[in-house]
């Protein structure tokens, strides 16, 4: 990566304009050289006396070959362009004078690029970010259950995604994580007994299940029953058994009694209720089948006079549909998602297939139920009649299930990958020992085999090289008193961290077919090519146009297609940052601790995406859609009715609804505030470099950030209208802070608001938190979203915005090409690369700018298929 490259990057992405190539119009006087055009406009304030910008444009000289010049040219372009320069208050040059500075400034300076490119290539040697490595292995190994991405360091950024060699460094620690993650793959694919396990179908009751029955009885610690379990026959309550005049269950002496028998709560799983059928552990990683049986219920009042607090000794039958979250957890309360169903009055087997780790438990969260916080809390659900609860009567796990059209064999594919069909037996230590009778012929050929299938790009050569460089690691450990079997995963661990591995070959110039496979494999898969891929790549047949969209197509409807839809989104809208922030307790009881809001917003903003690409719906939709894909909860939480159930699907929306694209979308509402307050400048800066692709630059040094008045005094906005008086803050200001007003009827996770949130003065608001407690803010100052774009038109709210963004719809199909360009090849659009975008733009226009036609013309053009 030289110097110059990362200055020329470092420019074309960090300013604005780089959408300015547009066609122009040709220049009816092309006399105006740039330097004599400089000289009329703009030298009188960038001199070497008044540097002002600390920009001396007379120092300025036509070698565009060095980066420093070239990215100052390029600046001095894209704010002609864009009409910052000369600032309005100077005198302007003629149009046609602008028109031939422009293009006779751009043709050297995409002249420059187009040489950098041929010698150098757009993008940048790379290794694999924590996502692809973790997927490679997943394929690899024949494992989709692997979790090995945390056990890596953070990836850095660029371009605002971790894609790109600048950002992706390699040091001592990340080798030592690799090795670390690569051992940890190896052994957990590793056959873990001397037969196949056996596939048991097992249930577990609820009322067995210690974590459900240690909550029954009342303790020094616990004396309230919204933290209790509810012992429950049927609909009713099982007071002997609530007494202890009965055993908590009848067992398998009374089947048709035990299907009856079932555990309730009336709050979802949160400390000191935390419910799991602790009995299941997972005895092998792998994929297992879980029906739950479960029904919801209504606990009755204890009181006329507390009805706010659940009887346990009087039950009716359940009122309401109740979303259930299926967690993995090993405890204590390492956690992660698995699924949701829904149970209803009647009761129902729920069933899912899930992939597993070892010893992982099932913990099941009533979800849309309340979290209880001290002190004095009060069910926010709870009616004067009783409050909805949910009944589990069992648990029954199917597993390991074991399917070879699915890959999911025995031994598994990564055994067999790493010891072939060599015998193997269980030690005095229990573990597993790979039997070889000829070590060293059996590490050779082993490890000759499994380079083949890992290395993507590796010639037979290369292969053989690294397979006698291996095989040195592994007679050394073996030499040392190892087993075959460590001394074998000493040697491949060592393969799995090698360059060949980890690293994305690419030669300038056209990629050879090899090259091709890995770059679409990683751009739409987050991973290595699959056989398929190989395949045509070993016949030279990929890069055949006709071949080459086959498989875009075939690849996008892929389930793995969603590994991109997730990774893309984690970076290009930041949804990997929706859980920094938490909602304010006090001022966001309503979000606070809801989980289930924050699964739905994440879940919302993948299928919508997913959705544009499989209907190849326009560009537009970023901005404005007449749909959205939601849930009960996310339907309740915009005001959209009839909408039932945890599944997220599509729904119309009503006409001239404030929702529908991605602005409006919880989670992007989220990652785009602080969990206490919103900020239209933070808001409006994103916006205008993630969805238009129109950054603003960085504030000057040592300008002090606008904090928001949470006593609610003042609003964002007045201190803003003081902040703009300062001419040098207006000039960005006026850009970023307009998107953001229109947004400020969304508060702090998208619900809609039409005044702000304080704690000091105001209307005090009504309502219990999901925490239970009493909501302590208040309303005060209005919401006015109105604003004025920099080109003067103005609007009045979210809708109106959207209307006039949407006149420039290739703006929108420009930003999302060059969004996907950076996640596809890890280099942003360059100056050279700006007349193809609009190439392609011009060949999508004629369908609309459809989001899966933008990814097939992006990766048929030269901006892919060459380096």
């Not at 864009?82 to 050297?108: G, T, Y």
């Not at 390699?170 to 090795?179: A, E, M």
């Not at 959205?628 to 699907?649: C, F, K, M, W």
């Amino acid at each position: 990566m030289t110097t110059r490259f990362k200055l020329i990057a470092l420019l074309v992405i960090g300013l604005s304009g780089w959408w300015a190539l547009r066609p122009q119009p040709l220049p009816v006087n092309s006399a105006a050289t740039p330097h004599a055009f400089l000289a009329a406009n703009c030298v009188a304030c960038h001199n070497s006396a008044n540097k002002k910008g600390n920009l001396d444009l007379t120092a300025l000289k036509d070698d565009y070959a060095d980066a420093a010049t070239f990215a100052t040219w390029a600046k001095v372009h894209d704010r002609v362009y864009e009409k910052e320069m000369p600032p309005k208050a100077a005198s302007q040059p003629d149009d046609n004078s602008r028109a031939a500075f422009l293009k006779n400034l751009s043709q050297p300076l995409i002249a420059a690029d187009a040489a950098r490119i041929r010698r150098e290539g757009r993008a940048v040697w790379r290794r694999m970010n924590r996502y692809e490595y973790e997927n490679t292995l997943r394929d690899l190994l024949g494992a989709p259950w692997l979790q090995v991405k945390e056990l890596l360091p953070e990836d850095g950024e660029r371009y605002r995604f971790n894609k790109s060699g600048e950002a992706l460094g390699v040091s001592h620690v990340q080798i030592n994580r690799y090795l670390t993650a690569a051992e940890y793959a190896l052994r957990e694919v590793l056959a873990r007994s001397e037969q196949q396990p056996e596939t048991i179908t097992k249930r577990y009751y609820a009322r067995e299940q210690r974590a459900f029955t240690n909550k029954v009885e009342f303790t020094q610690f616990n004396g309230s029953p919204e933290r209790a379990t509810f012992p429950l026959l049927g609909n009713a309550a099982d007071v002997p058994v609530l007494q202890q005049k009965a055993p908590m269950t009848v067992g398998a002496s009374d089947a048709a009694k035990r299907e009856l028998e079932s555990m309730g709560v009336v709050a979802s799983s949160y400390e000191p209720l935390e419910i799991r059928f602790n009995q299941f552990k997972a005895s092998v990683p792998g994929r297992y089948k879980l029906r739950l049986s479960a029904h919801s219920f209504w606990a009755l009042p204890e009181s006329e006079a507390r009805w706010w607090r659940p009887s346990r000794t009087e039950a009716a039958a359940g009122r309401t549909r109740e979303p259930i979250t299926l967690y993995a957890e090993i405890p204590p309360r390492q956690m992660r998602y698995l699924a949701n169903v829904d149970v209803s009055p009647e009761p129902s087997t729920q069933e899912v297939e899930v992939y597993l780790l070892k010893d992982e438990t099932i913990r099941p969260d009533a979800v849309r139920l309340f979290r209880s916080r001290p002190p004095n809390w009060r069910n926010p659900l709870a009616e004067k009649d009783g409050q909805p609860g949910v009944a589990f009567r069992w648990l029954e796990v199917t597993g390991p299930i074991f399917n070879k059209a699915s890959g999911d064999e025995w031994p598994s594919l990564g055994h067999k990958l790493m010891f072939g069909d060599l015998p193997f037996k269980k030690n005095a230590k229990g573990q597993i020992e790979i039997l070889s009778t000829n070590p060293q012929a059996d590490a050779e050929k082993l490890l000759r085999n499994f380079l083949q299938r890992a290395y993507r790009h590796a010639i037979p050569p290369a292969i053989e090289e690294d397979t006698q460089r291996f095989l040195k690691l592994a007679n050394a450990a073996l030499t040392n008193g190892d087993s075959f079997t460590d001394a074998m995963i000493t040697a491949y661990s060592a393969a799995l961290c090698s360059p060949a591995f980890t690293t994305l070959e690419e030669k300038p110039g056209r990629l050879d077919d090899q090259a091709l496979a890995s770059r679409l494999s990683y751009f739409l898969w987050n991973s290595a090519p699959d056989a398929a891929l190989r395949e045509l790549a070993a016949q030279g047949t990929l890069r055949k146009p006709v071949v080459l969209r086959a498989q875009i197509d075939r690849m996008l409807a892929d389930p793995r297609a969603q590994r991109f839809v997730n990774s893309f989104l984690d970076y290009w809208l930041d949804l990997r940052k929706v859980n920094i922030t938490s909602p304010d307790e006090l001022l966001y009881a309503d979000y606070y601790l809801d989980d289930h809001l924050v699964e739905s917003s994440i879940a919302e903003t993948r299928a919508f995406f997913a959705e544009l690409i499989r209907g190849d719906l326009p560009a537009r939709n970023v901005i404005a859609s007449d749909f959205v894909t939601i849930n009960e909860r996310l339907a309740a939480h915009y005001g959209l009715p009839n909408v039932q159930g945890s599944l997220i699907r599509r729904v119309t929306l009503p006409p001239d609804s404030v929702r529908g694209g991605l602005l409006t979308q919880a989670s992007v509402l989220k990652v785009t505030a602080n969990g206490t307050t919103t900020s239209p400048v933070v808001r409006g800066a994103w916006m205008m470099e993630r969805i238009l692709g129109k950054p603003a630059p960085p504030p000057p040094p040592g300008t002090p950030a606008v904090e928001p008045d949470i006593r609610g005094a003042t609003t964002l906005r007045q201190q803003l209208d003081q902040h703009r008086t300062n001419p040098s803050c207006n000039v960005c200001h006026a850009k970023i802070d307009p998107a953001g007003f229109a947004l400020e009827n969304f508060d702090v996770f998208g619900g809609w608001q039409n005044k702000y949130r304080a704690l000091a003065e105001g209307e005090k608001a009504s309502g219990t938190g999901k925490n239970g407690q009493k909501f302590a803010f208040r309303y005060l100052q209005p919401v006015d979203a109105s604003g004025q774009l920099p080109d003067g038109q103005r609007f009045q709210d979210v809708r109106e915005l959207k209307r006039l963004l949407l006149k420039d719809e290739r703006q929108i199909a420009r930003n999302l090409i060059a969004q996907l360009l950076v996640f596809a090849t890890g280099a942003p659009v360059q100056f050279g690369d700006r007349p193809k975008v609009e190439a392609l733009l011009d060949r999508a226009a004629t369908k609309g700018y459809g989001a899966k036609t933008l990814m097939h013309l992006l990766i048929e053009s030269e901006l892919f298929l060459n380096k």
